[in-house]
């Protein structure tokens, strides 16, 4: 748990800092609470797939720390394929040595043992998309499924990265898959705490300059035990276009719910964050404020993909915090933050 212990020691230093120059009542940057990371291993990663026409995805997943103590260097790992209405489309296992890598095309996949022999039934996802949930499991020496081996979660394990392309408009966009941790007793993935959500916002292009776009929004739910899975109960924000000029504009109320993809601005085929009666043409923010606040076991995942041109972007969505205590937080953290 060495780079658990990392993130809470950087967060005590943030608050240290906050406190020292007298920004305690500022937001911070980082979640009072640990276990999540576009960077850092962790136990559950969140992508996005689209392999309906014209789209094709490639899934980057590697292991570089787990492993298990009654199975050595190596873990297993689960994969969930999620439609747009929260349907299990696919679900198998992979096993993963440390430090191994592997590549999936959700058109072509199947099951891999310890060494990276496929087999099971083909996975052909064609026609479909929605997210993938990569879970990791402590496993033991023949590489089991997290079934045969009591459903061992492994954290600081998995990192991953995700492309997508889009041959009709020929640009592909990546980013890195969305790492979450474990709870403290290690039986359960959690979400960053969404009680000091402010807001999540979406950095955009000119929509005016974009060829093509692609939103992906899906409404995250914990459990008391296991993976974080799409919820198909719908987030309601309120939302707003921040231009450059820092000038708001009220747009459409927007839902989350499973998983949705729409794109920056309408045209006659689908509907966007921001519908043809409003007139934006300048870079700048889609900020969705939750119209109530998010469940203590809720969350929004989200991703953007755009194309100016020959170049394609993907960013995520960055939260703007509330005004959380830092001088509370930093009298309450536990002394084995400075182990």
Known sequence: MKVMRERRFLFALAMVSA????????????FPNDGFSYTQPGAELIMPFDSTEGKATFLLVSNIHGTSPAGG?????????????????????????LNDTVVVDPTNAR????????????????????????????????????????????????????????????YAFGNDAFGLGLNGAGTAVVLPPSAEVDSFNIEVFDPTSVESSVVVLSHLREFSSGQV??????????????????????LPE??????????ISSDAETTGLIPPTVDVTTSGIIRLHPISSLGPNDYLYSIVGQAV?????????????????A???FIDAPASLFD
Do not use: M
């Not at 406190?19 to 980082?30: D, P, R, W």
């Not at 939302?239 to 708001?248: A, K, M």
């Not at 927007?254 to 794109?263: D, G, S």
């Open 19 to 30: 406190i020292v120059t007298g920004s305690a009542g500022t937001s911070s940057a980082i």
């Open 73 to 97: 260097a190596q873990i297993t790992t689960h994969w969930t394929f999620w439609s747009e209405t929260c349907d299990e489309l696919a679900n198998y296992s992979i096993c993963l040595t």
């Open 111 to 170: 099951a891999l043992n310890a060494a990276n022999l496929a087999g099971g039934p083909l996975i052909d996802l064609t026609g479909k998309r929605g997210i993938v949930t990569v879970t990791a499991y402590r496993t033991n020496t023949a590489c089991g499924d997290f079934r045969q081996t009591g459903q061992v979660l492994a954290d600081d394990a998995i990192v991953g990265t995700f492309t997508i392309a889009d041959s009709e408009v020929g």
């Open 229 to 250: 899975e799409p919820n198909p109960t719908p987030l309601r924000f309120s939302t707003t276009f921040i231009d450059t000029n820092e000038i708001p504009t009220s």
């Open 254 to 263: 927007q839902n989350a719910n499973c998983v949705r993809f729409a794109q």
């Open 309 to 325: 041109g020959p170049f394609g972007a993907s960013g995520s969505a960055k939260v703007k915090l509330g005004d959380p205590s």
């Open 327 to 329: 001088s509370r937080a």
